[in-house]
Every structure is written in structure tokens, then in C-alpha cells.
Nanobody
Framework: QVQLVESGGGLVQAGGSLRLSCAAS????????MGWYRQAPGKQRELVAT???????NYADSVKGRFTISRDRAKNTVYLQMNSLKPEDTAVYYC????????WGQGTQVTVSS
């Protein structure tokens, strides 16, 4: 069973940066594409970025050029570096496999003030 624990969220002004972390337990991490997702109030959860086992990355158009996903296999951890944050990036951010498993972590809140 995979457990996912997200951290690193917070309140930041527009233009600022945050680095999110996701610690994953379970051997499936090392053989899976991982993704960061987000869910804004009143909206559906959306996929923001993915990283394969070979560290090939892909991004949603809305974050391309501003966010960077990375992974540390030794630590079973996935990161999301978020720069040039905008108020529309405000959401709860989750990590999961891609495609996602049915169970989710608690997420981490990111709030960007204008």
C-alpha cells in the first residue's frame, strides 16, 4: 500500500516561490510515473505536472515555465518547485501516481495573495 504525505505549502505573495515535497512509502514509487495535482475551491482536481522513472517531465500549459517537478529515488520523494506564483495557483496540492491511485494524501494548501 502506498502512503503519500505532502508538505511545503503556505501563504505567499504573487510572484513568490514555494517548494512542495511528497514523501511516498512503498516500493511502487520507484517504478511509477509520479504526478502533482491541484484542486481549487469549486473546481475539479487537475494534473499539474508528471515525472517518469527516467525523469522525463510534462506540465500543464498553465504552469509551464514556472513550475519544475523532480524526484529523489533515494528518498522516495517528489518535489514541485513553484516560481512566479499567481493568485490562480491557489489550491490544495496533492501528489499521486499518474494515473492516480484511488487513495489520496491530505494535500498541502497553497495560497497566493495578489
Amino acid at each position: 500500500q502506498v502512503q503519500l504525505v505532502e508538505s511545503g505549502g503556505g501563504l505567499v505573495q504573487a510572484g513568490g516561490s514555494l517548494r512542495l515535497s511528497c514523501a511516498a512509502s512503498g516500493s511502487i514509487f520507484s517504478i511509477s510515473t509520479m504526478g502533482w495535482y491541484r484542486q481549487a475551491p469549486g473546481k475539479q482536481r487537475e494534473l499539474v505536472a508528471t515525472i517518469t522513472t527516467r525523469s522525463s517531465t510534462n506540465y500543464a500549459d498553465s504552469v509551464k515555465g514556472r513550475f519544475t517537478i523532480s524526484r529523489d529515488r533515494a528518498k522516495n520523494t517528489v518535489y514541485l518547485q513553484m516560481n512566479s506564483l499567481k493568485p490562480e495557483d491557489t489550491a490544495v496540492y496533492y501528489c499521486n501516481l499518474s494515473p492516480a491511485l484511488a487513495s489520496w494524501g491530505q494535500g498541502t494548501q497553497v495560497t497566493v495573495s495578489s
